[in-house]
């Protein structure tokens, strides 16, 4: 069993930046993980597709709305996977899960608890 543990977010103003982070249990995750990502769920919408990053390689992807303004990381000796965003904007609130993939599994299997971000105008 995978546990993500989130931290990080909070209330921001427009143009500012906030980092959260992940860490995943298990010393022996990064031996069977094999990406990482964020999503988001705003009110009222449907949850979507953030950022990922290919584990063992480190190749990362972006949806086109934060594409240039968020970063993901990862740090593999603490099985963590952090998201810093930049140029925050009201439409980028929501609620922001990290998520897992392991070996075996052709989707995200575990997921964070979850985590509040506003931007305020």
């Known amino acids: 069993q995978v546990q993500l543990v989130q931290s990080g977010g909070g209330l921001v103003q427009a143009g500012g930046s906030l980092r959260l982070s992940c860490q995943a249990s298990g010393r022996t995750f990064s031996s069977y993980a094999v990406a990482m990502g964020w999503f988001r769920q705003a009110p009222g919408k449907e949850r979507e597709f953030v950022a990922s990053m290919r584990w063992a390689g480190g190749s990362t992807y972006y949806s086109d709305s934060v594409k240039g303004r968020f970063a993901i990381s990862r740090d593999i000796r603490k099985n963590a996977v952090y998201l810093q965003m930049n140029s925050l904007r009201p439409e980028d609130t929501a609620v922001y899960y990290c998520?897992?993939?392991?070996?075996?599994?052709?989707?995200?299997?575990?997921w964070g608890q979850g985590t509040q971000v506003t931007v305020s105008s």
């Open positions: 998520a897992a993939q392991v070996q075996g599994a052709d989707s995200y299997g575990y």
